[in-house]
Each structure stands twice: as structure tokens, then as C-alpha cells.
């Protein structure tokens, strides 16, 4: 079986964002080797919370001597011979190669166009795939990744980017299974659907359906995650058990936006609020959690909207008749999780205050806990908006931790169960 030289739960983190799915493998006890993202600020907010000596989750600590600590994009990286050398001497020690590639080309929301360039960079992670030789790789990405291109296909062909990555990532010897989670079911207060290729080594596991063996374990993880997190059950955590403690009325001068007012935090009284300030006991304040300057025709508006419209999404009459010119806003619903999170604070009306949530509430709505902080500019828009990855669009687009979290004890109990049954797990074979 492949494993004698494999440095047990090491991982490489590729289109790594904010660090979103490298916090929720640390908190599952493994360790980074290194990662790659492109974003200079995006990179920045890793390597503060992860990275740096002093960073609060910091399992990076041996971070390569050839590879400088800053954004790298993985085509530069695959493209230096010198790069490709030192990825090569690292094959068949490195437990997991993930990631979550650019999700714009694939998204229902978008253009889906089958020839975005974006749509490519997987494959550029199936190539390190091939060269660094891992026992599990992940691709996650949005369900629209294994729809097919109709209107816009891949250069006339209709197959989706996911057929053809699990076809590639195969040829490399590996079983490969394409698993649907909710992010919801290991505790995030969010429905956010997305897809999963999980791939596992034939040479450490013979040949077997990762799809089930993936699902069954993530099933059993989520239920006893959210019972060690002391988070429901019997229902999903809502959005008054995530963000109600940044509801209060103490509003004061926001301490890294002076021109800006946010507020002190209200006690904490979830078990969710709990474990998102954990590590931040004894702030008074929240980082992040600056209040919009609304003007007063935006604040009538949205005071307007609690006292008259029903909580959820908000009719497009009803917006472009009060003269907003956006059909995407809704109203949180306390009793609920969050729908799906974009990169848009402005979709959201707080259910109690005439104003959009901030980006702490948005932290907390995908599970980054209050001492994981965000380099950058705050938001943005204009011509830069989709190229630059200022706080909103790193919160929006991260893999939630708790997801990342349950991944890591997933594959770390999968791995047991092989190593236990000497490569061979009966209940999932494949005849050859």
C-alpha cells in the first residue's frame, strides 16, 4: 500500500482564498505544507491567520524554503522547472492535494460560458495532482461545476468541466466519486450546496466507489461534529443562533474605520455565538463589523421593509417600485440558516436593523470564528470588482471552516479504515 513515506495528515491547499478550507483542516488536526493563491490580499488574510509565527491558527510551520510566503498563481508555480522539481521530490508524501478552483464559468448565477479560461485552472490542479502523487485529492466547487455547457459549450462540446476532471484525475490511477454536501449538515448556519470530487489512491486502497465511501463517512461525521460542537441536531443552526449577539444597540466610533459606526457585542447566548468567540473573550467589540453609511432614502427603505414586507426574499415590484434597481434582496429569517452566501453584503437586510449585514455577520454566517481576521480593502466595485478579492469576495467565496473541518476527520477516518483492513474495505469494492 502506498503510505510508508507519507507524512500522516499533511496537506497542500491550492486557490486557498482567505484560508477558509485550511482553517477547518487545522481545527481537524492536520497540518499545511504550503498554499497557493493568487489574490495578494486574499493571500494576506491567510497568511496572518495561519502562516505567520503569531497567526491565532498557525499549522504551517514549516513552510518550503523555495517557495517565497506570498500570492502565487498555480500556472507560474507548474510553468518554473525549478518549481516542478520540488513538487516532484515531494510525491508520495503528502496525504491530500484540495482545493476549490475559481467558481465564476461554472455558477448558475453567471454567464456560464463552457470557454471561461477560469474553467481550466482545475486541470492545472489535476497536474500537480499528477505530480506530487497524494493519497486523496478534493476539487470543490459549485453544483453548476457538473452541469453541462449547452448554450456555451467547451469548444462545441457539451460535457461539464467535472466529467471530464474526474476523467483526467482516473487516468492517474486514482477512484474518483463526486459527492453533493450542504454545508449546513456540520453545523454552518447556511444552505450552501456544493460539489465535491474525492479522489483515493488505487495504490493504497485497490479499486472501490469513493463516492459512497465518502458520503457514508461525511453522514456519520457531520452528526457527531455537531454534537461535539454542542450545536443542534435535530435541525439546522439558525441565524439568530449565529449572529444575534452582533445585534446590539451600544453603537460606537468603529476602531479600524473611524468614519464608520459598529456596535459592542451583546452576550453571548448559543452554543454557536460561543464557539465563534472562543478565542476572542474579553473584546468589547467586534472586528469587521462596520455599519454601512446608508443614506436616508436606503434606510426608509429597509425600515419600510420590516414594518410591510415578509421575511425572505423581496419581490422585484416591490424593489423597483421603491426604487431599488437590484432583484436580489432578501430579509434574514432568525428561525432559519442563511441561504446560500454570495460576495454581496447588500443582498442581505438584517431582520431587526434597517441595514445590510456586515462582514462579521457574514464571517459568522460561513463559520469563521471572530479572532480569524481579513486583510484589504473592505469591499469593492467597479471595473475591479470580479478581479480583486477585497474582504466581501474572500468571505463569499470561502469553503466554510466547519466544512473544512469534518473533511479532515472524513479522510482521517478513511484512512484508518483502510490501514485497519489492509487495504481492502469489502463493503465498498469495485470489481476490476
Known amino acids: 500500500m502506498q503510505s510508508s513515506n507519507v507524512k500522516p495528515k499533511t496537506y497542500i491547499d491550492f486557490f486557498a482564498g482567505c484560508g477558509g478550507l485550511s482553517l477547518g483542516?487545522?481545527?481537524?488536526?492536520?497540518?499545511?505544507?504550503?498554499?497557493?493563491?493568487?489574490?495578494?490580499?486574499?493571500?494576506?488574510?491567510?497568511?496572518?491567520?495561519?502562516?505567520?509565527a503569531d497567526a491565532p491558527h498557525r499549522h504551517f510551520k514549516q513552510w518550503p524554503s523555495w517557495l517565497t510566503r506570498g500570492p502565487h498563481a498555480i500556472e507560474d508555480l507548474l510553468d518554473d522547472d525549478e518549481a516542478r522539481k520540488q513538487l516532484e521530490a515531494l510525491a508520495g508524501t503528502i496525504t491530500l492535494v484540495a482545493g476549490g478552483p475559481p467558481c465564476q464559468g461554472f455558477s448558475v448565477a453567471g454567464a456560464r460560458n463552457g470557454n471561461d479560461p477560469r474553467n481550466l485552472l482545475v486541470f492545472k490542479q489535476i497536474e500537480a495532482i499528477r505530480l506530487l502523487k497524494p493519497i486523496f485529492a478534493i476539487v470543490e466547487n459549485v453544483t453548476g461545476f457538473e452541469r453541462k455547457f449547452v448554450t456555451r459549450p467547451i469548444d462545441g462540446v457539451t460535457e461539464s468541466v467535472a466529467e471530464r476532471a474526474i476523467r483526467e484525475i482516473e487516468q492517474l490511477g486514482y477512484n474518483v466519486g463526486k459527492v453533493m454536501i450542504n454545508a449546513a449538515d456540520y453545523g454552518v448556519p447556511q444552505v450552501r450546496k456544493r460539489v465535491i470530487l474525492f479522489a483515493i489512491s488505487k495504490d493504497f486502497a485497490g479499486t472501490l466507489s469513493a463516492s459512497q465511501l465518502l458520503q457514508d463517512v461525511m453522514l456519520k461525521v457531520g452528526m457527531e461534529q455537531r454534537k461535539a460542537?454542542?450545536?443542534?441536531?435535530?435541525?439546522?443552526?439558525?441565524?439568530?443562533?449565529?449572529?444575534?449577539?452582533?445585534?446590539?444597540?451600544?453603537?460606537?466610533?468603529?476602531?479600524?474605520?473611524?468614519?464608520?459606526?459598529?456596535?459592542?457585542?451583546?452576550?453571548?447566548?448559543?452554543?454557536?455565538?460561543?464557539?465563534?468567540?472562543?478565542?476572542?473573550?474579553?473584546?468589547?467589540?467586534?472586528?469587521c463589523h462596520r455599519f454601512n453609511n446608508h443614506s436616508d432614502k436606503v434606510i426608509a427603505l429597509y425600515t419600510k421593509v420590516h414594518a410591510m414586507q415578509l421575511i425572505g426574499r423581496l419581490s422585484k415590484d416591490f424593489l423597483y417600485e421603491n426604487g431599488c434597481h437590484s432583484n436580489k434582496r432578501y430579509v434574514l429569517d432568525t428561525s432559519l440558516p442563511c441561504s446560500t452566501l454570495t460576495t454581496a453584503p447588500e443582498e442581505l437586510i438584517h431582520y431587526q436593523h434597517p441595514r445590510v449585514v456586515t462582514l462579521r455577520e457574514m464571517a459568522r454566517l460561513q463559520s469563521f470564528p471572530d479572532d480569524f481576521s481579513f486583510c484589504g480593502?473592505?469591499?469593492?466595485?467597479?471595473?475591479?470588482?470580479?478581479?480583486?478579492?477585497?474582504?466581501?469576495?474572500?468571505?463569499?467565496?470561502?469553503?466554510?471552516?466547519?466544512?473544512?473541518?469534518?473533511?479532515?476527520?472524513?479522510?482521517?477516518?478513511?484512512?484508518?479504515?483502510?490501514?485497519?483492513n489492509d487495504g481492502f474495505l469489502t463493503e465498498y469494492r469495485l470489481e476490476t
Not at 493571500?43 to 496572518?48: I, L, M, Q
Not at 439558525?238 to 468603529?254: W, Y
Not at 459592542?264 to 468589547?284: I, V
Not at 478579492?389 to 484512512?415: D, F, H, K, Y
Open 377 to 420: 480593502r473592505y469591499t469593492l466595485n467597479g471595473p475591479a470588482r470580479g478581479v480583486d478579492v477585497p474582504r466581501n469576495a474572500q468571505i463569499g467565496n470561502a469553503i466554510p471552516p466547519l466544512v473544512g473541518r469534518a473533511l479532515g476527520t472524513s479522510l482521517e477516518r478513511i484512512m484508518k479504515m483502510v490501514l485497519e
Open 229 to 287: 460542537l454542542h450545536l443542534a441536531t435535530g435541525r439546522y443552526v439558525n441565524v439568530e443562533e449565529a449572529i444575534g449577539d452582533l445585534s446590539g444597540d451600544d453603537v460606537t466610533i468603529d476602531p479600524e474605520f473611524p468614519n464608520y459606526n459598529t456596535c459592542k457585542y451583546l452576550p453571548a447566548t448559543s452554543a454557536y455565538q460561543k464557539l465563534m468567540r472562543k478565542n476572542y473573550s474579553g473584546q468589547d467589540t467586534p472586528t
Open 25 to 52: 483542516l487545522g481545527q481537524a488536526g492536520w497540518n499545511g505544507v504550503f498554499a497557493i493563491e493568487k489574490d495578494p490580499m486574499a493571500y494576506a488574510s491567510f497568511d496572518k491567520n495561519l502562516v505567520a
